[in-house]
Every structure is written in C-alpha cells, then in structure tokens.
C-alpha cells in the first residue's frame, strides 16, 4: 500500500504473455539475477517510462516474484500525468503486480535538477515498504558520474561514483551500457519515452553525455566509459578499506574530540574519522573542502578560526572549533 501521500494505482487483472529471449534483455536479466542473488529480498522497481527502466522493469519481472513499480510524476511538464499513467500500464503488461504512480511537488534551493532528485527519492523511499528500490543508472550514468566528481574536485568518495547497493537503492545495471537498455526495448516492442530533459544542454550531465564523453572516445578510443567504471569501483574497494580503518580509530558518537588521539593518523584515513564524528555531530552534508578545513585544525593548526559548516539554523551557523586541544561541533551567532 502506498504510504507517501494521494497517487493512482494500476493492478494488473492478469498474467502477461512469456517475454521474448533476445540477446539484449537476456544481458539485462542475467545483470539483474546476479544483483538478486548478492542482495536477496523484496523489491521494487522506480519507473520513469524511459529505456532503461522499461528494460529493468521487464527483467526484474522475469527474475523476481512479486515485483512492484512506483512511477514518479514530477509535474514539471505539460502532459507528464499521461507520460506517468502509460509507464503503469506498460509496467502491468510486463507482469508487475502493482504499479502505482506517486505525485510529487518539486521546490527547494540547488536548482530543478536536485530539487527534482530529493523528491523522487523522498516518494520512492516513503512508498517502498521494506523493500529495495531498483533504479536503471547504467555503466554510461556511471561514467558521467565519475566526470562530474573529477569536474569538481569533490574527492575520491565523489569519484568512486555509484555503489550497486547502497541501502534502499538498488543499481543491477551498472555494468551494463545505455545501447543494451535501448536494444531490449526494441526486442520487448516498446518505444521508450523520451524525456526532454535528457536533451537540454541547460544540464551540465547531459553535456557530458553528449559532447565531453563522445570526444573523449574519440580522443582516446573506444572504452572510456568502461574504464571510468572501472576507476570507479577501485576507489570504493579502496574506500571500504580506508572507511573500515577510520572506525577502528575513534568511536563517532564522541561529543569531543582530543587532537592529540587523531594528529598522527594518516590524514586519508583522519579525514574519514572527521567526516563519521561531523555528520554524528548534526552535520548536514559534508563537501570535501569543508572536510580538509576541519583536517587543517588538526594537522595544520596555526590557531586559525572555526570552520563553518552545513546543518546549523536561521539564526546561528554550525561550527567545528579547537579549544585547549579538542575539537568540538556548535552553534555559533
């Protein structure tokens, strides 16, 4: 049952017909049985009506019991209750047991895009039940991930992209390209919706996708995409590594800490204790800079001032000070 709020509901009356064998969705399936057997458990499918989803959506089916589909209608375009209404219907074809569409409303600071993002997310997560969220990112959508962290100088947790489970969400096609999504649709006989979002060069991902990743096939040969997949899964192997000495090093629900503990830990694995103590500490979210500022009252301290940081309120900002050789997290005027 949906508990994020007024949607539609489209239940199925029957069984479909068995989905064709082409070599495209059988890719997709076989992407889709391994996530299943790594991470077993209910799941459901987030919907948008476009190639990937629909080549998701039909394999999970094939895969899965008990599939559902939550399709999210933004209300950001003329006509996206009908684009919304047939991705359910087609979803009921492929044989899901549900489809149900959830409405949301888009506003917030950051732009369209990642206003756009929290409240697929938030519906999504308030509709799931207990399940896992499958979402169709592909090995190209990694790709285009790792370029916008490089971009940005966001730091190797940036960089290391898109794990294929990160609890509720669900990636079983990272390892598989936007070409076969689109082959399995045309296998299914579906035409994909396409939105015109994915086109406006307004969106700095929908350069990459267009412009920056094409050149650089073309600069450096076929396979760049599958080489920043690559990158990006040996940072979060190294990363688990990192992220798993940063616990053995101080317990993160410290309300202080003493400098003295932390000044001579590697500052890669320093930093990632700061980061779980910081976001323990009421911290919002956490940009790599803010972090190498709070880095810098340990092991570059000239008695600098506080660094603020995200989380605090209208009338006073969060700040993380040193006082007498201990770091501290509070409000501050």
């Given amino acids: 049952m949906d508990r994020s709020g007024p949607g539609l509901a489209v239940v199925p009356s029957h069984r479909p017909a068995l989905l064709p064998e082409g070599p495209a969705l059988l890719e997709i399936r076989r992407a889709v049985r391994a996530w299943l057997v790594a991470h077993p458990g209910p799941v459901v499918v987030a919907l948008s009506g476009g190639a990937d989803s629909l080549a998701l959506t039909a394999a999970t089916v094939a895969e899965a019991p008990n599939v559902r589909a939550l399709i999210v209608d933004h209300g950001l375009q003329v006509g996206s209750a009908e684009v919304a209404a047939t991705a359910a219907a087609r979803a009921v074809k492929l044989g899901v047991v549900d ?64 794990a294929a489970f990160d ?108 980061r779980r103590w910081l976001l323990g500490r009421g911290v919002t979210s956490l940009t790599d800079r803010q972090i190498r500022a709070v880095d810098a009252l340990v092991g570059r301290w000239t008695g600098q001032g506080g660094v603020a940081l995200p989380g605090g309120t209208p009338e006073a900002r969060l700040v993380c000070s040193r006082r007498h050789g201990r770091l501290s997290v509070g409000l501050e005027n």
Avoid at 196 to 223: A, K, M, Q, Y
């Fill in 167 to 274: 609890a509720p969400w669900g990636r079983p096609l990272l390892g598989v390209r936007r070409g076969v999504t689109r082959a399995a649709c045309v296998e299914l006989g579906l035409e994909p919706f396409e939105d015109p979002h994915n086109t406006d060069t307004e969106f700095t991902r929908v350069r990459l996708r267009h412009e920056v990743l094409p050149l650089l096939e073309d600069v450096l040969g076929s396979g760049v995409a599958a080489a920043l997949a690559r990158t990006a899964k040996q940072l979060r192997e190294d990363g688990r590594v990192l992220d798993a000495m940063a616990e053995s090093v101080l317990d993160a629900d410290a309300a202080e800490i003493e400098v003295s503990a932390i000044e001579t830990v590697e500052p890669a694995v320093r930093r990632r204790v700061l």
């Fill in 99 to 162: 489809a149900r569409v959830l409405r949301v409303q888009v506003s917030g600071s950051g732009g369209m895009e990642a206003a756009a993002r929290k409240a697929r997310y938030d519906a999504l997560n308030l509709a799931r039940g207990d399940a896992s969220v499958l979402v169709a990112h592909t090995l190209d959508d990694q790709a285009e991930t790792v370029l916008l962290g490089l971009g940005r100088g966001s730091g190797p947790r940036s960089i290391a992209g898109m």
